[in-house]
């Protein structure tokens, strides 16, 4: 297994993401080899200074940069030597299984669509991300950000995606699936939940449990909670906020200490041709470790492949 990992990307680039490089291949099995895109010396000079052996890894060198604040689908054009737009031509070429970034989140999301492309049968593919549970455990909450604006068939779609992701990476039975909205009643909501729901509701590819209100987002309800990216990744960071809200009000909570991105390294892209993950841009070397062995989990687990099953 072949995990490539944009050393390129994110605020703290390359150090943090090669230092977590380093933390991931002490944790991986001997089968799995992460290959570091980007500057090759810089790279390598890290490593040195970690006293750490250069022939852990393989190095594809890279000559430019997409910076944070660049146009997505404009620098991945004009920047086919970057970190990203070479991680993302490997991937197509089945020369690695996965691949991570910390960095523009747009380009990877465009190079997602754009190279190895949505799988058939996809409308449009989604960003999960992880909810903790207040009794224990995760749910998953998608789409949160991929889609600002969607159509009740997508939503259906993304209820899919989450089931299975659910199902093959948490191993959880008949995953229950929520839609979320501003009432539990079925009439509620704007025009895209009222169309949605009765779709849900007929389908026989999820377990709906029906609407689902924002106070029902951490606790049992719902394994997996469905909305459009808009509204999730307001969510998304709000949730965010309340980690660094206890840390910074010096407030001790094994809760709330659970949604410290760093845990779960990034996010997944899912209904694309192969694994995707998309990390925080301030992602720090344990953030880029999880992102790593959250790679791994989804080549290991064969998720794409059982979407693709599915859709086809």
Request: charged letters at 20%.
């Amino acid at each position: 297994m072949r995990i490539g990992i944009d050393i390129m990307g994110g605020d703290f680039a390359p150090k943090a993401t090669v230092l977590g490089a380093i933390l991931a291949y002490k944790e991986l099995p001997s089968d799995c080899r992460i290959v570091l895109i980007g500057d090759e010396q810089q790279a390598k000079t890290i490593l040195q200074e970690q006293a750490v052996s250069a022939e852990h890894f393989d190095f594809v060198h890279t000559e430019e940069v997409i910076e944070m604040g660049e146009h997505p689908a404009k620098a991945l054009t004009q920047k086919q030597k970057s970190s990203i737009a070479v991680g993302f031509y490997l991937l197509k070429e089945g020369k690695i299984d996965a691949f991570a970034s910390a960095g523009n989140s747009g380009a990877m999301l465009v190079g997602s669509m754009f190279s190895v492309k949505a799988i058939p049968g996809m409308s449009r593919p989604a960003i999960c991300t992880y909810i903790p549970k207040e009794h224990g455990g995760f749910g998953v909450m998608l789409d949160v950000g991929a889609n600002a604006d969607c159509k009740p068939e997508m939503l259906l779609q993304f209820g899919v995606l989450g089931s299975m992701f659910m199902e093959t990476v948490f191993n959880a039975k008949n995953p229950k699936v929520g839609l979320l909205n501003i009432g539990e009643e079925e009439e509620k909501g704007n025009l895209l939940t009222q169309a949605t729901y009765p779709l849900f509701k007929s389908s026989e590819e999820i377990n709906f449990i029906g609407n689902i209100e924002g106070r029902d987002l951490f606790n049992d309800k719902a394994d997996v909670i469905v909305c459009d990216g808009f509204t999730g990744n307001v969510v998304l960071k709000l949730a965010e906020s309340f980690h660094d809200l206890t840390i910074g009000n010096g407030l001790k909570s094994e809760f709330f200490d659970r949604f410290n991105y760093e845990n779960y390294g990034g996010s997944p892209v899912l209904g694309v041709n192969a694994p995707v993950v998309v990390g925080h841009g301030i992602s720090s070397e344990i953030a880029i470790k999880n992102m790593i062995k959250l790679c791994r989990e989804m080549v290991q687990s064969q998720l794409t492949e059982k979407i693709k099953a599915r859709f086809n």
